[in-house]
């Protein structure tokens, strides 16, 4: 892929998938413009494990998605800009539902004004495959109901429809991209997998507790998550479209818990608490991508296996044990 000429802006740069979104783009040629959220230590996040020459490349902003003047300014003179900016942890969306609907609506809606405003190229708004909820029926294509199982996936449907509405309504050339669970190195420890893995891999940790090890997930690895935006943003036929991204294959916590031992070579008991449990109604228990309409657009195919992202993802974590805090799991 070339974006050597273009101009783009990512927003949520300093997380998991926009650090390694924005990574990507330099290295593919394009000037990028990369918006932080704003803090006191003016930290980068995951961007500080960008290569010195690839962080020097770029144009790193501090702020804060609900600031529409701020976006508007960020936006202007932009050929693409990748949102992916957002409140994303199920669990607090519980405690503050509020915070979710001003970060995920309202600033998608800020994003949107502002690409209208500039007459952007192409705007690619980050949905989840947590908008369909429990599937019914697998795998899953873009046709499945939308089901608001979380306050936290209900923001990011209410989000999915105002981007549709600009498409629909002002023929904004908006892309809603759906990838299913990406995992990889610099995901943050309160995710299911670097939860497991930084127990796996805690000497002070004994045995291993999560959640619920029954529900079904569909894993990308993040470099083909990134990727994916990379392939939807260049394509002509994606405006107006929503395209989910994954790989097919279905897997359960505990067989994952299983495929982590076995990389780290341990045999450590799993011990299920409830208090890491979802409310019943509200987990969804069998997520499978059905990626067939992105093949179709843009030849997506992905090329990391679960086995192999999980392996690098161990790696990372080996390497940077200083990050790895074990007191902090995913509930």
């Keep these: 892929m070339n974006y050597t000429g273009k101009k783009v802006l990512v927003t949520g740069a300093g997380g998991f998938i926009g650090s390694h979104l924005t990574e990507e783009l330099v290295k593919a040629g394009a000037d990028v413009t990369a918006l932080v959220h704003y803090n006191s230590n003016s930290h980068i996040s995951n961007l500080r494990f960008l290569e010195r020459d ?51 609506i309202t600033g998608t809606l ?56 600009y498409f629909l309504s002002f023929g904004l050339p908006v892309c809603i991209f759906r990838p299913f669970n990406t995992f990889g190195p610099r995901q943050s420890t309160r995710a299911v997998i670097p939860t497991i893995i ?38 002509d036929n994606t405006s107006g479209e929503v395209v989910s991204v994954g790989t097919g294959r279905g897997v359960t916590i505990g067989e994952i818990v299983e495929m982590v031992q076995k990389i780290c070579g341990t045999n450590k008991p799993v011990i299920e608490e409830n208090q890491r449990i979802r409310p019943e109604k509200s987990e969804v228990m069998k997520l499978i991508c059905n990626y067939s309409k992105a093949q179709s657009l843009f030849a ?32």
Excluded: C
């Design 198 to 235: 930084s127990q796996v891999l805690s000497d002070d940790s004994p045995a291993i507790r999560l959640g619920s090890l029954d529900p079904v997930r569909d894993m990308l690895y993040v470099k083909d998550t990134a990727r994916g935006y990379m392939m939807a943003a260049l394509a």
């Design 300 to 331: 997506w195919e992905p090329q990391f296996s679960l086995e192999q992202g999980l392996s690098n993802a161990v790696e990372f974590m080996r390497v940077n044990k200083p990050e790895i805090d074990p007191s902090v799991y995913a509930v």
């Design 54 to 104: 690839v962080l020097n490349s770029i144009r790193i902003v501090f702020g804060d998605i609900q600031d529409g003047f701020l976006m508007n300014k960020l936006s202007e003179g932009k050929d693409i800009v990748f949102h992916l900016a957002a409140l994303i942890g199920i669990p607090y969306s519980y405690v503050a539902p509020a915070a979710y609907v001003s970060a995920n």
């Design 110 to 165: 800020n994003m949107l004004e502002a690409a209208r405003s500039h007459k952007t190229g192409k705007l690619l708004v980050t949905s989840t495959s947590e908008t369909y909820g429990t599937a019914l029926y697998a795998p899953i294509d873009e046709k499945h109901p939308m089901q608001g199982q979380s306050p936290y996936s209900a923001t990011k449907i209410g989000a999915d429809k105002i981007a549709e509405s």
